[in-house]
């Protein structure tokens, strides 16, 4: 259900809040019953305590892991298709559960505690077949499964200090802040778009077809663990900066960061990015092709047709279908208003965008605006290896 301003309310019915604000003590030097974290992993607890995640307060417990392995929802019946977990061995699971209170720390500081409810084993084979739909080594999201420990632990946390603020982090909002700014510019519709890449003019006339259909864009870049031979971070936050600055209402644009990794699940991860951005208040999300996808795992539309099963999800999937340069109409179009033969269509794909950037080559400008392949082009080396 929406709010009367149009902001659906948060997944699950409220907003959750794992951020302490009292004065709690967890100097760096007490180092009994901690855990290390590493930094991908203390974004998503961070995501945790500000809500992105609604309506998970921790790590999943046993129940709620099987259930959104098996059927992409919680225990209790609520949507929820991807897993966030703390993997570790036996020993360990069995210490933190003896010791209920665990310290979490980073990079030799301590930052929050975990209040261990349960640890458990997990098969990672039907967990990968079930999540990825695949099993093979070439895809990423597989290999960092398999790669995980046997145990894993759950239980509600708290962060007592955040992440520091880096350029890296600089558009990063909680739902508390974005669901504020889009009520004072009175939005009734919001749509969210996802994206791991920098972007070209396809991608452009996507957002702006949106514009025309809804009162807020809600750009939303994806900050985090990539597979190599994707864009670097700082570059897709430098891209997007230009082309929002030179191209984009401002009043009718809002750009916020996303802090987590990529799992290139495609369908189920669809379905988490569409409850992150609902969580911020998004009333509607645009599901692109392939949507998470990465090799030919996934059919190119099979992120549009898992949306079939979660008609209670509260957040309005838009599909758009491909746009593409027609040399004959001299604009972009799609096949709804384009009649041309294939020929005189010049698709844009992400794989010549990235052949022409690491050679140096300034895209043509009917792909990629001047100033967006400028800001690109100012880096040496754009790509995660």
Known sequence: MSNSNGIPKPHGGRLINRVCSANVN??????????????????????IAD??????????????????V?????????????????????????IMKDAKEVTLREGGHNFGVLYVEDIYPFDKHATIESI???????????????????????????????????????????????????????????????????????HEMLQKAALNIYDGL????????????????????AAYNSLIENYYPKDRTMFVTLHTEMRYAGPREAIHHAIMRKN????????????AGVGDYYHPFAAHDIFKEYPDLDIQPVFFPSFYYCKKCLSYANDRNCPHDTKFKEELKGTNIRKMVSSGI????????????????????????
């Not at 790669?147 to 200090?161: A, H, P, R, T």
């Not at 300034?362 to 290896?385: C, G, N, T």
């Open 362 to 385: 300034i895209p043509p400008i009917h792909l990629m605006r001047p100033e967006v392949a400028e800001a690109i082009l100012s880096y040496k080396d754009a790509f995660v290896k």
């Open 218 to 237: 809600f750009i939303s870049p994806l900050i985090g663990k990539k597979k190599p031979g994707d864009f670097k971070d700082e570059i897709i936050l």
């Open 70 to 94: 098996k059927f992409g929802r919680l225990k209790s019946g609520l949507a929820w298709t991807i897993p966030i977990i703390l993997d570790v061995d036996k020993q360990t699971a069995v």
């Open 132 to 202: 990825y739909q695949t099993s093979d080594l070439g895809h990423p999201g597989v290999i960092k499964m398999r790669s995980m420990k046997d145990w894993l632990v759950g239980g509600k946390l708290e962060v007592i200090k955040r992440i520091p603020r880096s350029p890296l982090r600089a558009y990063r909002m909680s739902p508390t802040e974005t669901r504020s700014e889009i009520s004072k510019r009175r939005w009734k519709s919001i749509v969210g778009f996802q994206t791991r890449n920098v972007p070209h003019i396809a």
């Open 280 to 291: 911020f208040g998004c009333s509607h999300f645009i599901v692109g092709r392939d949507h």
């Open 26 to 47: 967890i100097g760096d030097d007490d180092i009994s019953s901690s855990i290390d974290i590493s930094p991908d992993l203390r974004s998503d607890i961070e995501n």
């Open 51 to 68: 809500g992105i995640f609604s309506p998970l307060e921790g790590f999943v417990v046993q129940d709620d892991f099987q259930s959104i």
